[in-house]
C-alpha cells in the first residue's frame, strides 16, 4: 500500500488519487523517526523497543526499495526511481497512521483506483514487500491477513474513545446485501455511525480502537491524558511466582486456575485497580500456609473476605470437614495489596519518584501553554510559522478544507487558550533558556513525553495510595 501511494504520488495531476495525495500531510512524526536521546523521555523501556523496531522495519523497508526498485522501475513503470528514504517513510507512516484495517467483504470488489492499476505494477510492488519483510525478519504466515483500506475524509477525523464519549463514530460497511441495502441506496459503502446525537458545529471524531497510550504513540503519534484504556505493567509481580515451591498444590492451583498467566501479565488500568484475578492470584502466592489449608486451595480465596470470618463457623466447619473455603482472608489480601504497592514503587523509582511527579507536572503545564500560543500564532498567520514548506503545506490544507468542508477549521489549530498565554512564542522559549526548543518538531516530542510520562506516573500513584498498606 505505501509503495502505491508512492507511485500515485509521483504522478502528480495525472493521478487518479491527485485530490487525496494532495491533502496528505507533508510528514509525519512517529516514534521510528525519534532520535534514541528523545525516546529515552519517554520513560518507558518496552515503549522504546518498538519504537527502534519501527525505525527498524523503515529501515528494512528502504534498503529492498534501494536493492529492487531499478529493475523493476524500468520493466513495470513503477516511477518509483528516485525514492529517497525519506518518501519510503513517509509512505509506510501514512498507511500506518490513516489506514484501516479489518476483513474486506467478499461480496464487494476491489477500491479504486487499484482496480484500476496494471496487474503487473501490483505483481512488482508486492515483490518488493516480500523482499522487506524478509530483510525485517517477519515470516509470510505471520503477516497480517486483514485488508488495509485509505478512506478519504475518514482518516481525517480525530481520535476518541468510545466509553463515555458521548458519540465517538465507528466505521462500518453496508454490503450490497445488507437487508435494508435498496432501502438505504447501499451499494458497498463505508459508513460513520454515531451511538449518540452530534450537535450541530460539534466535531466529528472516530475512535481508532481500543488502544493504550503506547499502541496510539507507536502507530498515530499522539497519546491522551486520562486515556480510559491505558495500562500500565507490572514486571514487579512476576517475583512473587519465584517462591513457588515446584511441583507442589499451590503451584499446580495456580497454573489449573490460570492464575499464574494473570501475574506475568500484571497490570494496572486507568485508575490505578488491578484486575480481580491478579489480587487473587497474589493471595493464593502469599496466604499462609494455614490460610491455604484452610481454604482448600485456591479456590477458596477467590475473595478477599469470606463468611465466617471471626472464626467461628468457618472454624468449626472447617473442624466437620464441612466447606473449608470459607476462611478468613484479609490477612492474605492485605499481603496481596502490599506486593503491588511495592510493583508500582518499584516502576515510579525507574521514572523518578513521586518527585519526579510533580515536577514533570509543573514541566507538562509550561510546555503546554507554549504548544497552546505557538498554535494561537500560526492559526493567525500560518506563513511566520516554521519553514516555507510547512507554511505551504499548511496554505495547502487549508484551502482543501475551504473548499470542501463547513466550518473550513483544520483539527490541528483548534486551539487550547492558556489560562495565562505568554505575550508571544519567541518570550516563551525565554522561560526554558537550557532547552533546545528550536523548531515545532522539537516542543512538540517534548509536549508528547511529558504527556506520556505524567499519565503512568499518576497512575502508578494512584495505585500506590491505594495499595500501601495504611
Known amino acids: 500500500m505505501a509503495l502505491v501511494l508512492l507511485r500515485e504520488r509521483s504522478l502528480g495531476d495525472d493521478s487518479a488519487w491527485a485530490p487525496y495525495i494532495a491533502q496528505l500531510p507533508a510528514g509525519y512524526d512517529l516514534l521510528g523517526c525519534w532520535t534514541d536521546d528523545q525516546l529515552e523521555e519517554l520513560q518507558c523501556e518496552r515503549l522504546q523497543d518498538a519504537a527502534r523496531a519501527q525505525r527498524a522495519e523503515n529501515n528494512a523497508a528502504f534498503d529492498a526499495v534501494r536493492m529492487n526498485v531499478s529493475a523493476y522501475d524500468s520493466d513495470y513503470d513503477l516511477g518509483l526511481g528516485a525514492l529517497t528514504k525519506e518518501d519510503v517513510v513517509w509512505g509506510l507512516n501514512t498507511v500506518r497512521s490513516r489506514s484501516y484495517r479489518a476483513k474486506y467483504p467478499s461480496s464487494c470488489g476491489v477500491l479504486p483506483p487499484l482496480s484500476n492499476l496494471e496487474g503487473k505494477t501490483l505483481d512488482a510492488a508486492a515483490l518488493l ?48 446485501l445488507e437487508d435494508d441495502a435498496a432501502e438505504r441506496g447501499a451499494k458497498g459503502t463505508f459508513e460513520l455511525r454515531s451511538p449518540a446525537a452530534v450537535e450541530k458545529d460539534a466535531e466529528a471524531v472516530v475512535c481508532y480502537g481500543d488502544k493504550n497510550n503506547e499502541e496510539l504513540l507507536l502507530r498515530y503519534g499522539f ?31 495456580l497454573k489449573a486456575e490460570r492464575l499464574d498467566e494473570a501475574v506475568k501479565r500484571a497490570r494496572l488500568n486507568d485508575e490505578g485497580k488491578a484486575s480481580v484475578n491478579l489480587l487473587w492470584a497474589l493471595r493464593v502466592l502469599l496466604a499462609s500456609d494455614a490460610t491455604y489449608e484452610a481454604a482448600g486451595g485456591a479456590k477458596g480465596l477467590m475473595r478477599a473476605s469470606l463468611p465466617g470470618e471471626d472464626g467461628g463457623e468457618a472454624a468449626d466447619a472447617a ?15 492485605l499481603a496481596a495489596e502490599a506486593s503491588l504497592a511495592l510493583a508500582c514503587e518499584q516502576e515510579l523509582a525507574k521514572m523518578g519518584g513521586r518527585d519526579a511527579l510533580a515536577e514533570d507536572e509543573i514541566n507538562y503545564e509550561a510546555a503546554s501553554k507554549v ?76 509536549l508528547i513525553a511529558l504527556r506520556f510520562r505524567v499519565t ?15
Not at 486551539?415 to 526554558?432: E, G, I, K
Not at 503512568?456 to 495504611?470: E, G, I, N, Q, S
Open 223 to 253: 497519546c491522551v491524558e486520562n486515556g480510559v484504556h491505558d495500562e500500565i505493567t507490572l514486571p514487579g509481580c512476576m517475583d512473587e511466582l519465584e517462591w513457588v515451591m515446584p511441583g507442589s498444590a499451590r503451584e499446580s492451583d
Open 319 to 333: 473442624e466437620d470437614g464441612e466447606r473449608p473455603g470459607e476462611v478468613d482472608a484479609t490477612e492474605a489480601q
Open 129 to 176: 514487500t516480500k523482499s522487506a519483510r524478509q530483510r525485517s525478519g517477519e515470516k509470510s504466515e505471520s503477516a497480517n491477513k486483514e485488508s488495509v483500506f485509505m478512506l478519504p475524509f475518514l482518516d481525517a477525523l480525530n481520535h476518541r474513545d468510545n466509553k463515555g464519549s458521548g458519540g465517538a463514530t465507528k466505521l462500518v460497511f453496508m454490503s450490497p
Open 371 to 446: 504548544s497552546a500560543q505557538i498554535e494561537i500564532e500560526c492559526a493567525e498567520d500560518a506563513e511566520a510559522c516554521g519553514t516555507p514548506e510547512e507554511a505551504e503545506y499548511l496554505r495547502r490544507v487549508l484551502d482543501f478544507l475551504s473548499r470542501r468542508f463547513s466550518p473550513p477549521i483544520p483539527r490541528w489549530f483548534q486551539s487550547r487558550h492558556a489560562s495565562t498565554p505568554f505575550n508571544s512564542a519567541s518570550d516563551a522559549f525565554q522561560l526554558h533558556p537550557d532547552v533546545a526548543l528550536n523548531d515545532g518538531t522539537t516542543l512538540r516530542r517534548l
Open 456 to 470: 503512568r506516573k499518576r497512575v502508578l500513584a494512584m495505585a500506590l495510595d491505594r495499595y500501601t498498606p495504611k
